[in-house]
């Protein structure tokens, strides 16, 4: 087993073992989604304790957490505190930034405005290069030709990129290009996989807290790399509605009792996680549409 990566636990709950065998996750990148979908729209704040046990559900041990915990904090996504002997982490402000764009990804139905044209980058030659090009992908371009960035332009709104960007229209057929600038049929296995790993899932089950994490990790590595492309541009019998519906219905359907839990159990530095009770009726809004 690797050392970053959770399995499935025999002494844990079946459905989990069942999504972990094809959905494996690495410590870092769930205490991510953790903090993303429960804590992020309840003051941004969360006891040590709580993460252990969350990441426990999904067979990963403590000492693993601590590490993850440890690189998040020097990556300047997790701020941590002491009071007596607990330990607390909140997210950092641009942290919080970032997981509210993400979450208009996750939770709420794709754009449906019209595509106004493409947003292109020129990325430049030499070692800020890669820093770019990591930038960009996190925001969904792709890399069409060894120095252009492309991404589909809606209208949305694009945070500061650090470097000179431009849109452009054309009437010309950009298909090809768009096959050369994201791996579409990966996306689309991605896509399929998601929904043949989760169909089976069941609303009722008593591990709801930690089926619903890895549901959202798993639609999240989906949602966050989806360019939005124009029908035509994608490969037959793209499965993007199918996925989100799935999404959408499972996440509604086992909210109630993995709500239950967090307000059951999950503390910060004033006590029981309080909601903000917009934000959540959004997030829920916003399902409902899909």
Same mark, same amino acid.
């Given at each position: ?18 999504? /972990? ?49 440890? *690189? /998040? ?23 919080? *930034? ?68 431009? *849109? ?27 929904? +043949? ?47 989100? +519906? ?45």
């Amino acid at each position: 087993m690797s050392s970053t990566t959770a399995q499935p636990d025999s002494s844990g709950d079946p459905a989990i073992a069942a999504i /972990l065998r094809d959905f494996p996750v690495s410590a870092g990148a769930f205490i991510v989604t953790l903090y993303g979908d429960v804590v992020a729209p309840r003051g941004g704040e969360l006891w040590m304790g709580n993460i252990i046990e969350a990441c426990a559900a999904v067979g990963i041990g403590e000492s693993r957490v601590r590490t993850a915990v440890s *690189r /998040l904090v020097s990556g300047g996504q997790l701020v941590g505190f002491k009071e007596g002997r607990r330990s607390y982490y909140r997210l950092s402000p641009e942290a919080e *930034r970032e997981f509210q764009r993400a979450a208009r990804l996750i939770y709420a139905p794709p754009r449906a405005d019209p595509l106004r044209g493409w947003h292109m980058v020129v990325l430049p030659v030499g070692e800020d290069r890669d820093a770019l090009l990591s930038r960009l992908t996190a925001l969904r371009f792709g890399l069409a030709r060894p120095h252009l960035a492309i991404r589909p332009d809606r209208g949305e709104p694009l945070p500061p990129l650090g470097t000179p960007h431009f *849109r452009a229209t054309t009437e010309d057929d950009l298909t090809a290009l768009a096959a050369q600038a994201w791996d579409l049929p990966g996306l689309q296995d991605d896509m399929a996989r998601f929904v +043949s790993g989760f169909s089976a899932v069941r609303a009722d089950s008593a591990a709801a807290l930690g089926l619903r994490l890895l549901l959202v990790h798993a639609f999240r590595r989906i949602a966050l790399r989806d360019p939005a492309l124009p029908l035509g541009m994608l490969p037959e019998g793209w499965p993007a509605p199918q996925a989100r +519906s799935l999404f959408a219905r499972l996440y509604l359907a086992l909210s109630p009792a993995a709500d239950q839990a967090v307000t059951n159990g999950f503390v910060d530095r004033n006590g029981p996680l309080v909601p903000d009770q917009a934000r959540m009726a959004r997030r829920i809004a916003d399902l409902a549409e899909a």
